[in-house]
T-cell receptor, first 114, second 113 residues
Framework: GENVEQHPSTLSVQEGDSAVIKCTYS??????FPWYKQELGKRPQLIID?????GEKKDQRIAVTLNKTAKHFSLHITETQPEDSAVYFC?????????????FGKGTKLSVIP | DVKVTQSSRYLVKRTGEKVFLECVQD?????MFWYRQDPGLGLRLIYF???????EKGDIPEGYSVSREKKERFSLILESASTNQTSMYLC????????????FGSGTQLSVL
């Protein structure tokens, strides 16, 4: 089955700096890579996702990059703000009719220091 | 606004009890999931269902069962609760035949004493 490794487990940055979280996956059949953000005491919510036919995707201050050859993908947050403080989870899995399973990384706790 | 509602936010049970965790979604989604969240272990899939009365095992199904009698409701059952099942349980749903954009419930923190 799929195995997703996520690093680092904790990350502290100064407000305004950039944050990068990295994930690797093992199953070459995976072609869908979402990122979820979970604020303290709240439910995880999808913030961005990427499919394997795309190398990079941006949405305002967040971006995700994918290297299929090396089997790794990363989340980049620029100009960090205190409200970016949360636990971030990467995930990997197949995409297509009948595909249901996602394997999640163990999470990265991001703290943005004002 | 889309909603996935879990019946209890906190639950305390005794070892050996039968425990039911309920989840209801109002989005007419076909797929529903139960995840377990433990510190340092991330989200692990217990069971999922892609249709009424259909169920599939996830990565950690041992000690759990599920029931989906109606499209909007997905129940997780602990037949005989044990202390190692103390955890946060998250329900989620997605639209038909996809794992894209999981909508999560707020979670049930279960403590088994």
């Amino acid at each position: 089955g799929e195995n997703v490794e996520q690093h680092p487990s904790t990350l502290s940055v100064q407000e305004g700096d950039s944050a990068v979280i990295k994930c690797t996956y093992s199953d070459s059949a995976s072609n869908y890579f979402p990122w979820y953000k979970q604020e303290l005491g709240k439910r995880p919510q999808l913030i961005i996702d990427i499919r394997s036919n795309v190398g990079e995707k941006k949405d305002q201050r967040i971006a995700v990059t994918l290297n299929k050859t090396a089997k790794h993908f990363s989340l980049h947050i620029t100009e960090t703000q205190p409200e970016d403080s949360a636990v971030y989870f990467c995930a990997a899995g197949p995409l297509g009719a009948g595909s249901y399973q996602l394997t999640f990384g163990k999470g990265t706790k991001l703290s943005v220091i004002p | 606004d889309v909603k996935v509602t879990q019946s209890s936010r906190y639950l305390v049970k005794r070892t050996g009890e039968k425990v039911f965790l309920e989840c209801v979604q109002d989005m007419d989604h076909e797929n529903m999931f139960w995840y377990r969240q433990d510190p340092g272990l991330g989200l692990r899939l217990i069971y999922f269902s892609y249709d009424v009365k259909m169920k599939e095992k996830g990565d950690i199904p041992e000690g759990y069962s599920v029931s989906r009698e109606k499209k909007e409701r997905f129940s997780l059952i602990l037949e005989s609760a044990s202390t190692n099942q103390t955890s946060m349980y998250l329900c989620a749903s997605t639209r038909q035949q996809t794992n894209e954009k999981l909508f999560f419930g707020s979670g049930t923190q279960l403590s088994v004493l």
